[in-house]
């Protein structure tokens, strides 16, 4: 309904805004520091933010040849056989691909909550 409102340029120009012109300040006790310019970023909190983080991050799957979940920020690969070889080769590619996909779109990959699991049916 909003469409009925809005010429899309000034949508297109409110998003931009929202996604480029920000800044933020460090406010400790009664200091509060210069501000600071947010790059690269889909703000938290904001009612666009779940679905402009899902627009950014859309096209991942294209990377992806194996069965995954994407919910949100994180991502599960599965991967199932019986050649070990095989499926660390596989789970190789995929991430190798996920690391160039997010290089790309200028994203860091949280190692530190990066792990595996192997199971045994």
Same mark, same amino acid.
């Given at each position: 309904?909003?469409?009925?409102? /809005?010429?899309?340029?000034?949508?297109?120009?409110?998003?931009?805004? +929202?996604? =480029?012109?920000?800044? !933020? *300040?460090?406010? /400790?006790?009664?200091?509060?520091?210069?501000?600071?310019?947010?790059?690269?970023?889909?703000?938290?909190?904001?009612?666009?933010?779940?679905?402009? !983080?899902?627009?950014?991050? %859309?096209?991942?799957?294209?990377?992806?040849? /194996?069965?995954? +979940? +994407?919910?949100?920020?994180? +991502?599960?690969?599965?991967?199932?056989?019986? *050649?070990?070889?095989?499926? /660390? =080769?596989?789970?190789?590619?995929?991430?190798?691909?996920?690391?160039?996909?997010? !290089?790309? *779109?200028?994203?860091?990959?949280?190692?530190?909550?990066?792990?595996?699991? !192997?199971? %045994?049916?």
């Amino acid at each position: 309904m909003i469409y009925k409102f /809005i010429n899309p340029k000034t949508l297109v120009k409110v998003v931009d805004n +929202l996604l =480029h012109v920000r800044t !933020f *300040n460090l406010k /400790i006790g009664s200091y509060t520091s210069k501000s600071y310019s947010e790059a690269n970023s889909v703000p938290q909190g904001s009612a666009l933010g779940p679905m402009l !983080f899902a627009a950014f991050i %859309n096209d991942l799957s294209e990377s992806l040849e /194996i069965p995954f +979940l +994407l919910y949100a920020d994180d +991502l599960v690969l599965f991967v199932q056989g019986t *050649n070990l070889e095989l499926i /660390i =080769h596989k789970l190789n590619s995929t991430l190798s691909r996920v690391y160039d996909w997010s !290089f790309k *779109n200028q994203t860091e990959i949280s190692v530190g909550k990066t792990f595996y699991k !192997f199971t %045994n049916s």
